[in-house]
């Protein structure tokens, strides 16, 4: 067993690690205080959005089935995708669900309104709400549905980013699948536990720069009320079933701000915090497998849409080229690495750590879900790189779309005609590489504070971090590889 | 209590506004817009270029029917001499070309989800082929069709 004496101490204390600021915009800024607390707050940010998400299932039905054309396909899978992954997740947190559109007929639906509160006897409220107000069944109460839907979704994703009419029918069957769950089970059980852009955005939101959080948590434990999560006359119950006296991580605040407005205490602020700093904790197998699976698919995106290698293309492509027998060995083969062998090398690399570092006394598990966060600044930013080229090579389909947004010949603002125009697509990977690197780092340094909770010895810390770190390595040296060549 | 009913009937209206009002605005750009675009009796076809089948047709080809169906094949459409016609063609797949030989017309590009817009008059009667000028994919050859115009003096014909 090695002893402190043998090493060198670690460079950044511990103290000074486990302290990290926040920065209270509510107490900074009143006004967007005053903001969210208004009642349409939430109503005024979604309707545009459902306007957006109306006109982009009409072009998908009605519109041109060209996607560079279908304002669908562009503004969905180039613009919005880009804006969610690179400036939404890391600097907005759920920001997203703040304004998204899929849930706003099954809220409509369970509140009977789409401004105002009703105060009642809903059980587990004080809100009165319609429908069947079921609980969600126990054993699905985790991300795992999440997880196998966004697979799903990802195995087809050649057909979903380039078929206007795949995506409609995507978006359609969630919205329909929203507005059904609200009907029957309670609260945002679709966000919850089934949407897929849910079940990664809760993953990423955990690196996010913003976190909505009790000010003072000792006032939460004395409060009668709770009404963050059980409502009031003045807000609804939490959507998201979250009390807000032990909220400590992003990943299941949906922003909805609704506690910010029913809180008799005035004692719920939006915070700001460091990059990637402050949530280091997955708590389940379901949230681990997450983290591969969003790894995985950001590698099997890039080698199929970013890469030279045609044979692949055609089997994700298999509507173009009809090669099932292709399909099948890419489906069966993004499964298998996203669901068996990249957790299956994670967790070689964890059995590794232990017998390096002879930590016995930590159970295998316990160092399995907490070194798995290394997996979500690592994964977010190689989504963020593969993202990059998306947007610089194909943006300008943008300008055209906003003019003719189904393909049918309008020119609203003379720009229906813009030529495909690259943005400096040699420069690229000149992005792509700082951005690897830097989920390097983070991931590397969230790996560093989470093994200083667990081992006081720094030998054995170091150790620890080995058998993770070179994987972590490994895949960086593959994206790269992926990105440069 | 008032002011919040207020809020909450303007909610409902904002949100009836956009479920209709989007289909009826899109529904009139395509009904009224379109229509008073061109000079009164000018004959607006718009036509689609397929290239699984090697089709033109007058068929709307779009998102839900693109793979559900197969779009009926043009192969002459009926004109009358001195008529003023305005092609809106179209691609549904791929670049395309147009090209009415006899009418020196084209060849123009027809680009994958692109409206491109060709006027002739038919002054003559006869037969006009039209048909795709450039080796778009393996059944080209089928992208073909003819304009019947049907003559008011013979012997102004093709």
Not at chain 1, 136 to 162: R, Y
Not at chain 2, 103 to 113: C, I, Q, S, T, Y
Request: aromatic share 14%; with cysteine; hydrophobic share 50%.
């Amino acid at each position: 067993m090695a002893t402190a004496s043998q090493t060198t101490p670690i460079d950044v204390p511990v103290e000074a690690l486990e302290k990290t600021w926040r920065f209270d915009v509510f107490a900074q800024w009143p006004w967007l205080k005053r903001l969210v607390r208004m009642r349409s707050f939430q109503f005024l940010v979604i309707l545009p959005n459902l306007f957006m998400f109306y006109l982009f299932l009409i072009a998908g039905l009605f519109g041109t089935p060209v996607g560079n054309r279908n304002i669908i396909i562009v503004f969905v899978w180039i613009l919005w995708w880009f804006v969610l992954i690179t400036v939404l997740v890391p600097l907005g947190s759920r920001s997203w669900c703040t304004v998204c559109p899929l849930p706003f007929f099954g809220d409509w639906l369970q509140r009977r309104a789409v401004v105002k509160v009703r105060p009642g006897k809903s059980p587990g409220t004080a809100n009165s709400f319609f429908g069947l107000h079921k609980r969600w069944p126990k054993a699905l109460s985790n991300i795992w549905l999440q997880n196998f839907g966004f697979l799903f979704l990802a195995t087809f994703s050649a057909l979903l980013v380039t078929r206007p009419i795949v995506s409609a029918v995507v978006f359609g069957v969630m919205f329909l699948v929203a507005t059904g769950l609200a009907l029957v089970y309670r609260l945002r059980t679709f966000c919850n536990y089934v949407c897929p852009i849910s079940g990664f955005l809760s993953l990423y939101a955990m690196t996010s720069t913003v976190e909505l959080r009790s000010v003072d948590k000792d006032v939460c434990l004395t409060c009668k009320t709770k009404s963050c999560i059980r409502g009031s006359e003045k807000g609804w119950a939490c959507p998201w079933n979250v009390y807000m006296g032990k909220l400590d991580r992003n990943n299941y605040c949906g922003l909805c701000f609704e506690c910010v407005k029913s809180c008799p205490n005035d004692n719920i602020s939006l915070f700001l915090r460091p990059f990637s700093n402050s949530d280091l904790i997955l708590r389940g197998y379901d949230e681990v497998w997450k983290a591969c699976i969003m790894l995985v698919l950001a590698l099997t995106y890039s080698v199929m849409l970013l890469g030279p290698w045609g044979r692949f293309k055609d089997w994700a492509n298999v509507s173009e080229a009809h090669d099932w027998g292709g399909f099948g060995m890419f489906a069966a083969g993004q499964a298998l690495l996203a669901l068996v062998i990249f957790p299956g090398l994670y967790y070689l690399s964890i059995r590794l750590a232990k017998w390096y570092a002879r930590a016995d006394a930590v159970p295998t598990k316990e160092l399995f879900l907490k070194y798995a966060y290394a997996l979500v600044p690592m994964g977010l930013l190689a989504w963020i790189a593969f993202s990059v080229p998306l947007v610089m090579v194909n943006g300008s389909y943008i300008i055209s779309v906003i003019s003719d947004p189904l393909g049918w010949g309008m020119n609203l603002f003379g720009t229906a005609e813009f030529p495909w125009t690259p943005f400096w697509p040699d420069r690229v990977p000149l992005i792509q590489v700082p951005i690897l690197l830097a989920g390097f780092y983070f991931a590397q340094r969230g790996l560093q504070r989470i093994a200083r909770q667990l081992f006081p010895d720094p030998l054995q810390l170091r150790r620890s971090l080995v058998p993770p770190t070179v994987l972590l390595l490994g895949v960086t040296l593959v994206f790269l590889k992926l990105f440069i060549g | 209590m008032r002011a919040l009913n207020w809020k909450e009937a303007t909610g409902v209206l904002a949100v009836l506004l956009v479920l209709l009002g989007l289909p009826l605005v899109l529904w009139h750009w395509r009904v009224a817009v379109v229509a008073h675009r061109y000079s009164p009796g000018t004959k607006v076809i718009t036509m689609t270029a397929v290239a699984d089948g090697g089709i033109w047709t007058l068929d709307e080809v779009v998102g839900y029917n693109y793979w559900r169906k197969k779009p009926t094949r043009v192969n002459e459409i009926p004109l009358n001499q001195g008529d003023h016609v305005v092609m809106r063609l179209r691609s549904a797949d791929l670049l395309h070309s147009f090209a009415i030989p006899l009418l020196h017309l084209g060849p123009v590009d027809v680009p994958a989800g692109h409206t491109v817009e060709l006027e002739f008059t038919a002054d003559r009667a006869g037969v006009l082929t039209f048909l795709c000028w450039q080796v778009c994919s393996p059944e080209h050859p089928n992208l073909r069709g003819r304009f019947i115009v049907k003559g008011n003096n013979k012997e102004e014909s093709w």
